[in-house]
């Protein structure tokens, strides 16, 4: 069993990593992009990694404190359904979910299973998935964002 400092340790060095890995990736025109965190533009829209004794996650949380604001936003994600399951598969939609940090949000996310946090043998394909997923998920912003920002 591993102690808090010992996960603190591991999960610091875990996304150290991953930011190491990602410098050097771009957006599709080119540019650099600061994956850690990433600017949607758009207040209290989140694009998020996570990773832990579940596996990991790359998630777009709306965490808009009015629920009619987040519901037009999760409106509208919905009318993206099609061209995001096609590049994702698997998405897993959630209109109302507790967030850790005490927040209710809605969340679309894609996960990869089967692999721990606590497990460096995990790392590789942890970071692949959030490597891929996150530049699928910039690719989708780079074309269909400015919609999301127009809501505003």
């Known amino acids: ?13 875990f996304w150290n990593k ?3 890995q990602l410098e050097n990736i771009t957006n599709p025109h080119g540019s650099k992009v600061k994956w850690m965190n990433y600017n949607t ?3 209290h829209l989140y694009f998020r990694m996570e990773a832990d004794e ?9 965490q808009f404190p009015d629920d009619g604001i987040r519901s037009l936003y999760w409106e509208q994600f919905l009318e993206f359904n ?3 399951t096609e590049k994702f598969k698997d998405l897993i939609w959630i ?11 809605s ?3 894609v996960s990869k299973d089967g692999c721990h946090l606590w497990n460096r043998d ?4 942890m970071h692949l998935f959030l490597k891929i997923n996150f530049k699928k998920l910039d690719e989708f912003w780079t074309e269909f964002g400015e919609v999301f920002v127009n809501l505003k």
């Open 1 to 13: 069993m591993l102690s808090k400092e010992e996960k603190k340790n591991l999960r610091i060095e």
């Open 18 to 20: 991953l930011e190491k």
């Open 41 to 43: 533009s758009v207040k």
């Open 54 to 62: 579940e596996g990991a996650r790359l998630c777009i949380d709306l």
């Open 82 to 84: 099609n061209i995001l």
């Open 95 to 105: 209109e109302s979910f507790e967030h850790t940090n005490g927040k209710t949000v």
């Open 107 to 109: 969340r679309i996310s």
């Open 122 to 125: 995990d790392w590789d394909k």
